[in-house]
């Protein structure tokens, strides 16, 4: 369903060079459900909050969870599709004060 390298969305990243990162599985995601049941799969990514720069590609930032019909088919960890380093001062500054108002 979900290959690995494929991005599932950008999150923020206080302090990062680009201010956000790209995320994704790190390897490719399986399971197994009943036939002509794939479009009732539901997904939901849960990201920590807060995340800080540097991150590390290998460092994980959330979790992938697959559900059908309330039950879990499938939680896979969530990883930086690169690993994101941190941002110049004035960058780290800014962040700095906008985590402090967030």
Do not use: C
Request: no cysteine.
């Amino acid at each position: 369903m979900h290959q690995a390298g494929t991005a599932l969305g950008k999150a923020r990243v206080f302090g990062a060079e680009d201010g956000e990162a790209a995320f994704g599985p790190a390897s490719d995601v399986f399971f197994t459900i009943p036939r002509g049941r794939s479009a009732e799969v539901v997904a939901a990514i849960e990201l920590r909050p807060g995340l800080q720069a540097p991150l590390a590609a290998d460092a994980p930032v959330g979790k992938l969870r697959l559900t059908l019909d309330g039950k879990l088919v499938a939680l896979r960890d969530l990883y930086p599709l690169a690993a994101v380093p941190e941002g110049g001062i004035f960058r780290r500054a800014w962040d700095g004060v906008a985590a402090w108002l967030d």
